[in-house]
């Protein structure tokens, strides 16, 4: 995998996170460890739900893993 993929991939799990806590009621944090327990914890996001959201429904657009993990998620 190319330094760009996981990038890009980090980015999508970090969004996945943002957005689920929200939905659920969580901290990122506590999102974070559940569905990516092995990898470094990002700082949350510092900007809305919605912006995250968006940033998804682009990425997928273009790309099956976060395509995926949105499905694997429920996020629309």
Not at 15 to 32: E, G, M, N
Not at 39 to 55: E, G, M
Request: net charge negative; with cysteine.
């Amino acid at each position: 995998m190319s330094r760009l993929e996981d990038n890009v991939r980090r980015a999508a799990y970090s969004y996945v996170c943002h957005v689920t806590a929200s939905q659920l009621d969580l901290s990122f944090d506590d999102v974070w460890v559940a569905i990516c327990p092995a990898k470094p914890k990002p700082k949350a996001p510092d900007w809305p739900v919605s912006v995250s959201r968006d940033l998804l429904a682009g990425m997928r657009t273009d790309n099956e893993f976060v395509d995926a993990l949105c499905k694997k998620y429920e996020i629309e």
